[in-house]
């Protein structure tokens, strides 16, 4: 199993039995539900100073996904069908027919495919520092895309779990380093997110995230496969104006085939734009949740 929880004043913690899975969830607050998802490779930890400002007004719920922070890490399931079955069965485990949804990274394009096939679960979409479903292929992308090299050491045997788990975990401290931070992340707040990675299996989740989900879906998505879909969901994308890769000039494409999609770039963010700007974040949050 994997290290000590990290405490965090007025937040409950709890275990939910769902469909083959073992799912640690965060809980603060009362009233209509929000859910926070994590990208990778961190936890539910991610949202540590948003959490509280939102709890101030609503119920909300921050579970660790598969293979993440405190949930277990089974060997299968890594697939975007069982994904999204996992989101689903938490909401039903909780009994929450509708909630407001916010993701980043990785599993924001898991929110999106959530809006998608699943209108009536989803209130209001919050998607940050991914591109949206529709965008298209564009040449300023494919030049920026140079900083994912780390996604080749990472689909090696062997060799990703060890950078991600072992030593000085020098893979997964790379693909942290994206933040405004001159210096990186600090090393205690580092560490909340080092410390479950520690554990070969959840190490192992990380590559199998990105080998079975996310480089597939992405490969999806940049050849059209979302363009014969409707997004119905009122939708926020946020985007950091220093994150290295997704910034509004290449998030087009978009117009018809979604009703309310609203695009905003933080100031002093960059790709861990909830680790640069909570406060920021949790403002832009809490406007567009008042208007939906």
């Given at each position: 199993m994997t290290s000590e929880l990290p405490s965090l004043p007025g937040v409950e913690h709890r275990y939910l039995d769902l469909p083959g899975l073992r799912m640690h969830i965060a809980e603060?607050?009362?009233g209509s539900p929000v859910v926070l998802l994590h990208g990778v490779p961190q936890n539910w930890w991610e949202w540590r100073d948003v959490l509280p400002v939102l709890a101030q007004q609503y119920r909300v719920i921050v579970p660790d996904l598969r293979g993440a922070g405190w949930t277990e890490a089974p060997r299968t399931g890594y697939d975007g069908a069982t994904l999204l079955d996992d989101l689903l069965a938490l909401l039903d485990a909780l009994?929450?027919?509708?909630?407001?949804?916010?993701?980043?990274?990785?599993?924001?394009?898991?929110?999106?495919?959530?809006c998608l096939s699943?209108?009536?679960?989803?209130?209001a979409y919050a998607s940050l520092s991914i591109p949206h479903p529709y965008f298209r292929l564009d040449h300023r992308m494919l030049g920026r895309m140079r900083i994912a090299w780390y996604q080749l050491p990472l689909a090696l045997?062997?060799?990703?779990?060890?950078?991600?788990?072992?030593?000085?975990?020098?893979?997964?401290?790379?693909?942290?380093?994206?933040?405004v931070q001159p210096d990186g992340m600090p090393p205690d707040e580092l560490e909340f997110y080092l410390k479950p990675l520690r554990d070969p299996a959840h190490a192992r989740a990380v590559a199998l995230i990105y080998s079975r989900y996310i480089r597939r879906t992405g490969l999806r998505m940049l050849a059209g496969g979302y363009r014969d879909t409707h997004l119905t969901t009122p939708t926020l994308l946020l985007t950091g104006a220093q994150d290295p890769v997704v910034r509004p000039d290449i998030l087009g494409g978009h117009e018809g085939h979604a009703d309310d999609l609203e695009i905003r770039e933080i100031a002093g963010a960059s790709h861990f734009m909830v680790d640069d700007q909570p406060e920021a974040i949790a403002k832009h949050l809490l406007e567009f949740f008042a208007r939906h």
């Amino acid at each position: 199993m994997t290290s000590e929880l990290p405490s965090l004043p007025g937040v409950e913690h709890r275990y939910l039995d769902l469909p083959g899975l073992r799912m640690h969830i965060a809980e603060a607050g009362q009233g209509s539900p929000v859910v926070l998802l994590h990208g990778v490779p961190q936890n539910w930890w991610e949202w540590r100073d948003v959490l509280p400002v939102l709890a101030q007004q609503y119920r909300v719920i921050v579970p660790d996904l598969r293979g993440a922070g405190w949930t277990e890490a089974p060997r299968t399931g890594y697939d975007g069908a069982t994904l999204l079955d996992d989101l689903l069965a938490l909401l039903d485990a909780l009994g929450l027919d509708r909630v407001r949804l916010v993701a980043h990274d990785w599993s924001a394009i898991l929110g999106f495919e959530l809006c998608l096939s699943h209108p009536d679960r989803v209130q209001a979409y919050a998607s940050l520092s991914i591109p949206h479903p529709y965008f298209r292929l564009d040449h300023r992308m494919l030049g920026r895309m140079r900083i994912a090299w780390y996604q080749l050491p990472l689909a090696l045997p062997g060799v990703g779990v060890r950078g991600v788990s072992r030593g000085r975990q020098w893979l997964a401290r790379h693909m942290l380093r994206y933040t405004v931070q001159p210096d990186g992340m600090p090393p205690d707040e580092l560490e909340f997110y080092l410390k479950p990675l520690r554990d070969p299996a959840h190490a192992r989740a990380v590559a199998l995230i990105y080998s079975r989900y996310i480089r597939r879906t992405g490969l999806r998505m940049l050849a059209g496969g979302y363009r014969d879909t409707h997004l119905t969901t009122p939708t926020l994308l946020l985007t950091g104006a220093q994150d290295p890769v997704v910034r509004p000039d290449i998030l087009g494409g978009h117009e018809g085939h979604a009703d309310d999609l609203e695009i905003r770039e933080i100031a002093g963010a960059s790709h861990f734009m909830v680790d640069d700007q909570p406060e920021a974040i949790a403002k832009h949050l809490l406007e567009f949740f008042a208007r939906h």
